[in-house]
């Protein structure tokens, strides 16, 4: 058996978690036009699937429920692989023609960090496939140049993010059932910016752990979503999915990002899921996802 003809190529299989902003307040508006925001963020154990395969030429295929939406010529997949590749360049780092599939399951552009969170697990993918290093700094460099949300991304771990995003610091944050719901109907970012009233609003404040779970989403009731108020405005399913949740008995509800995703936290699997099957039922044309927060270490 000559051993070099049993080799297969190498192959990393990375996750592309949902990103969930519990909170999001809009505190301010930069020169350059980006919004300043502070934000409490968790994230799914569920997500986008990419695979990463040493190939003798590059590739790039998207598949999945949501596969048909997403152009494969222009994707921040792409993107991330070749800002990485000039980054191992400049440090000289290792990296090869490379397959990339991606499998996505998370509706687009629905407030849940899609595009973000497959940028971020390009960059973990990659890294791994190549056995590569870079410096945290320029890591957060390439991600940040990517879009405002991927440096969270990139961590997928329970956050408070503040500036554009990219200032991060992690946050304690217990692992509890969760059920995602979105109407499937259009929902343009810019317009609902542009329909912010105000973009000075008071920043979330002191955080705090409650050692119980029921108190600490009672914890998080005097927390907002700037942006629901407009987006309700704009696509009235998302009032309707949000009180939906409400109703399911859930115990803390909101709308995530600019939406159209809301969410239900809730203290047991039984009721989360008793959740998820009624509006699955109820609404069968909306996109339903029961799955569970990641746990955070501050």
């Avoid at 407009?230 to 949740?245: H, Y």
Wanted: glycine share 8%; with cysteine.
């Amino acid at each position: 058996m000559n051993p070099v003809s049993e080799r297969r190529p190498e192959r990393v299989v990375e996750t592309a978690p949902a990103k969930i902003n519990l909170a999001l307040h809009v505190t301010g508006r930069r020169d350059d036009g980006y919004h300043l925001l502070d934000s409490l963020v968790t994230f799914a154990e569920d997500g986008d699937e990419l695979v990463f395969q040493a190939s003798g030429s590059d590739s790039f295929r998207v598949t999945g429920r949501f596969g048909s939406e997403l152009s494969e010529d222009d994707n921040l997949v792409l993107k991330a692989r070749d800002l990485l590749r000039v980054a191992l360049d400049e440090n000289d780092q290792p990296h090869g023609p490379v397959s990339i599939t991606l499998d996505k399951s998370l509706p687009i552009a629905s407030g849940i960090g899609g595009g973000s969170a497959d940028a971020a697990a390009t960059l973990r993918g990659l890294l791994r496939l190549w056995k590569a290093e870079l410096p945290g700094e320029r890591l957060q460099q390439i991600a940040l140049q990517l879009g405002a949300d991927v440096p969270m991304c990139l961590a997928s771990t329970p956050l408070r993010a503040r500036g554009i995003g990219e200032a991060i610091d992690t946050v304690a944050m217990p692992s509890v059932p969760l059920v995602l719901v979105n109407p499937l109907k259009p929902v343009s970012t810019p317009e609902i910016f542009r329909s912010l009233k105000q973009r000075d609003n008071d920043p979330i404040g002191e955080m705090f752990m409650p050692a119980d779970v029921s108190a600490w989403m009672q914890s998080l009731s005097a927390l907002r979503n700037d942006l629901q108020p407009p987006a309700e405005a704009l696509v009235p399913e998302i009032a309707e999915a949000c009180d939906l949740l409400r109703q399911s008995l859930a115990g803390y509800v909101r709308m995530s990002g600019s939406g159209g995703t809301c969410f239900g936290l809730y203290e047991t699997e039984a009721a989360a899921m008793k959740a998820a099957l009624a509006l699955s039922v109820y609404r069968p044309n909306w996109y339903v996802l029961l799955t569970r927060t990641v746990p955070g270490d501050a």
